[in-house]
């Protein structure tokens, strides 16, 4: 079974610049998440989508993160404008509705902003 | 908001040592997760425990769920090398239908050979 898929592994942008992400989850997961993992510390909680529908997005600073599932199956992080301090990684992942519920992640993307 | 404690932040051990790493909330979770994850890497479920009192063996690693379902540990016995890594805690609880993980800010183990 082929793991969560992320893309890219590493990007490095300029403040102000803008940059997206592409998640693709474990086949038949319909729970899909995005974390951001600032160094030191442990994952926090960006968007939480189950299929389509977003089912928490409270820690997601709206006015430059943005995410969508359109078709129930992968996802887009997207930053706009970049600041310094949304250097971290990204990790997506994703989980099935059966119980008790383990998270699958995959590798994230590592992105530094100068 | 859901708040996990882990301690220590950091440890570094020798090989062969014994070692625990302790995670804390002043909330009660359905479920208590804890995860290893490898630099480069995202975290890989290790263990889940749910009942309150709750003891798990996976080899030499050892889970506690307390019984109040507020606090959890791991226990390491006899380290190796290789059980270097970032260690996290994960509450679990409900949101409408769909799970949510309240992660702590993790153990940085080394175990030094």
């Known amino acids: 079974e082929a793991g969560v898929a992320q893309s890219p592994r590493y990007k490095i942008i300029e403040k102000r610049q803008s940059v997206a992400f592409w998640c693709n989850p474990i086949s038949g997961h319909a729970t899909l998440y995005w974390y951001q993992q600032i160094l030191g510390q442990g994952p926090k909680l960006l968007i939480q989508?189950?299929?389509?529908?977003?089912?928490?997005d409270s820690q997601l600073p709206k006015d430059r993160f943005s995410a969508e599932r359109l078709k129930g199956v992968d996802s887009t992080l997207k930053i706009q404008p970049a600041k310094l301090e949304d250097s971290a990684v990204y990790l997506c992942?994703?989980?099935?509705?059966?119980?008790?519920?383990?998270?699958?992640f995959g590798p994230g993307t590592r992105l530094t902003v100068t | 908001t859901q708040l996990l404690e882990q301690s220590p932040q950091f440890l570094s051990i020798q090989e062969g040592e014994n070692l625990t790493v302790y995670c804390n909330s002043s909330s009660v979770f359905s479920s208590l997760q804890w995860y290893r994850q490898e630099p480069g890497e995202g975290p890989v479920l290790l263990v889940t425990?749910?009942?309150?009192?709750e003891v798990k063996k996976l080899k030499r690693l050892t889970f506690q769920f307390g019984d109040a379902r507020k606090d959890s540990s791991l226990h390491i016995t006899a380290a190796q090398p290789g059980d270097t890594g970032l260690y996290l805690c994960?509450?679990?609880?409900?949101?409408?239908?769909?799970?949510?993980?309240?992660f702590g800010s993790g153990t940085q183990l080394t175990v030094l050979p």
């Open positions: 425990v749910v009942t309150g009192g």
């Open positions: 992942a994703s989980s099935s509705s059966s119980t008790p519920v383990g998270q699958y």
């Open positions: 994960a509450g679990s609880d409900l949101l409408g239908s769909a799970r949510q993980l309240t």
């Open positions: 989508f189950q299929n389509n529908g977003v089912v928490d």
